[in-house]
């Protein structure tokens, strides 16, 4: 990232505006929690709020926006593994949850 | 015989456009992201597949962990992590604006807010360690105080009747043998029949008692991912704190010689804080409040 002491001036508001922001995303986490939604949406609205303050710590704190695309690559080749990981195994007890597995069930033992 | 100089530990990397302790910092959280991976994912398999009414603790009314967790003390923990992270990337901030004293106060305010999460963390896990169920191998009634009761069912389909109570283990009385007898046993209000004001310990002859078990890693499968998780976020805290005081301390030295490679080590050491702020930030919603 440019890194002059100039520079680096320019970014301290930025670093108190995401603290802000991150403290604010916090107490709205906890408060839809007590608002006792539905479990669907409250675990769409739980990841949604939690993605967006995981952004925001990325790309500012982590400087992840003035980096070259390489490592850029490598997280999103990172995040397809992450995603194949959390998939295949929900799929094997798709028969549970949701008929995916189907096709099984002749197999299982009688 | 000359010293191995290690290239672009300073400068930029052609290739990659950062030095290469930096691109090392980036491949190891990208491990790092695999890893909390494989047990978030193993958390969501063992949710989905977890039997009606034993998520979080068998007998809990939703399947929600602030059911038996604490979300005020977690918040607060949230709250200590994100402070850190900010103090973290301002001490970066300050040595890169040749501004060595600030830096390193608030690398030490960091290194106190990371010990803050950690002493909220102990009071949590203490307060789960004396914390127990009782499942009884039938119904329970004694002095007012009666079991309550769920129907769990199995895989195969088939239905049993469990009768449990949760509490706090008051005392017990041992045989001549060491053997345990029975215990003196508060059960929580909302599960002993009554009131805060009325609930009162009950003598449980451990005759009657199937098993008991504390809220600790054994206490359910929620509770075992719990543990897990948590224990490893909190070492990874630990891991952090042990570099930030080498930084403070004997690391310093490097600032008179080589200041812009020492910016540079707290920098990677920042990179690795911002990764454990960023996992408790999905660890929080998903234990605490889903």
Not at chain 1, 17 to 46: D, K, Q, R, W, Y
Not at chain 1, 50 to 75: D, Q
Request: hydrophobic fraction near 50%.
């Amino acid at each position: 990232m440019g890194s002059s002491a100039h520079e680096i001036q320019s970014h301290l508001k930025k670093y108190y505006m995401v603290f802000g922001a991150l403290l604010v995303l916090t107490g709205v986490t906890v408060a839809v929690a007590e608002m006792h939604v539905s479990i669907g949406m409250a675990i769409v609205i739980a990841l949604f709020v939690a993605s967006i303050k995981g952004t925001l710590v990325a790309c500012y704190f982590m400087h992840l926006m003035e980096e070259r695309s390489m490592i850029m690559w490598i997280l999103a080749l990172c995040a397809f593994f992450f995603l194949l990981l959390l998939l295949f195994p929900v799929f094997t007890v798709g028969e549970q949850i949701g008929g995916l597995a189907e096709p099984m069930r002749g197999l299982s033992p009688q | 015989m000359s010293a191995t100089v290690i290239p672009y530990d300073v400068k930029p990397h052609p290739l990659t456009g950062m030095y290469n302790g930096k691109f090392g910092i980036w491949l190891f959280l990208a491990s790092e992201i695999m890893l909390f991976g494989a047990l978030f994912s193993t958390y969501v398999l063992l949710r989905v597949g977890a039997p009606e009414g034993t998520w979080p603790i068998a007998g809990a009314a939703t399947t929600r962990g602030d059911e038996i967790l604490n979300v005020a003390l977690a918040a607060l923990n949230t709250a200590f992590l994100i402070t850190s992270s900010v103090t973290m990337v301002l001490a970066w901030a300050n040595l890169k604006m040749m501004n060595f004293k600030k830096g390193q106060t608030m690398l030490l305010v960091t290194v106190l807010l990371a010990s803050a999460f950690l002493v909220v963390k102990y009071f949590e896990y203490n307060a789960k360690f004396h914390h127990y169920a009782v499942t009884f191998n039938e119904h329970f009634e004694h002095e007012g105080v009666e079991s309550n009761t769920f129907t769990a069912t199995t895989p195969a389909g088939t239905t049993k009747t469990i009768h449990y109570l949760h509490g706090h283990v008051e005392s017990t009385k041992k045989n001549a043998e060491g053997v345990i007898e029975s215990y003196e046993f508060l059960p929580d209000a909302e599960h002993g029949h009554g009131d805060a004001a009325t609930h009162k310990a009950v003598e449980i002859p451990a005759s009657e008692i199937a098993r008991i078990t504390n809220y600790g890693p054994g206490g359910s499968t929620f509770l075992g991912c719990y543990f897990v998780i948590t224990g490893l976020h909190g070492l990874h805290i630990i891991g952090g704190i042990v570099v930030m005081l080498y930084f403070l301390a004997t690391g310093s030295k490097m600032w008179k010689t080589q200041p812009d490679k020492y910016a540079n080590r707290i920098e990677c050491t920042g990179l690795y804080w911002h990764f454990v702020d960023l996992v408790w930030i999905f660890l929080f919603p998903v234990l605490y409040l889903l």
